[in-house]
C-alpha cells in the first residue's frame, strides 16, 4: 500500500520562505513521477510541479516559475517542495501526489494523472 506524508506547512509572511516534504513509503520511490498540486481556499485543485522518476521538472504554473522549486531524495524517499519569495495567493492546501506507471516520463498536470494522494498540508501566507 503506497502511503504519501506530507509536513512542513504552516504561517508564513509575504516574502518569506517554506519547505515541503512528502515522504512516500510502500513501493521503490525512485521508479515513479511525483508531483505537488494544491487547492487555494474556495477554488480547485491545481498543479503546481512535477519531477520524474529520472530528475526531470516541469513548473506548469506560470505563478511559481523562479519562486518554487522540486526535488526529490530517492535515498530517502521523499519529495521536497521549496517556496520562495511567497505571496498571498499562494495560500492553500499542498498536497503530493504519485503516479502508478513505473517509469513513466510523460506525465501530465492533471489529477487523474496521478494514482496516490497524501492527506494535504495547509499553507498561509499572511501578515
Known amino acids: 500500500q503506497v502511503q504519501l506524508v506530507e ?3 504552516g504561517l508564513v509572511q509575504p516574502g518569506g520562505s517554506l519547505r515541503l516534504s512528502c515522504a512516500s513509503s510502500g513501493r521503490t520511490f525512485s521508479n515513479y513521477a511525483m508531483a505537488w498540486f494544491r487547492q487555494p481556499p474556495g477554488k480547485e485543485r491545481e498543479f503546481v ?7 526531470g521538472t516541469i513548473y506548469d504554473n506560470d505563478s511559481v516559475k523562479g519562486r518554487f522549486t522540486i526535488s526529490r ?7 521536497y517542495l521549496q517556496m520562495n519569495s511567497l505571496k498571498t495567493e499562494d495560500t492553500g492546501v499542498y498536497y503530493c501526489a504519485a503516479d502508478s506507471r513505473w517509469r513513466r516520463t510523460e506525465v501530465g498536470a492533471a489529477p487523474s494523472e496521478y494514482a496516490y494522494w497524501g492527506q494535504g498540508t495547509e499553507v498561509t501566507v499572511s501578515l
Open 7 to 9: 509536513s512542513g506547512g
Open 49 to 55: 510541479a512535477r519531477i520524474n522518476w529520472s530528475g
Open 73 to 79: 531524495d530517492n535515498a530517502k524517499n521523499t519529495m
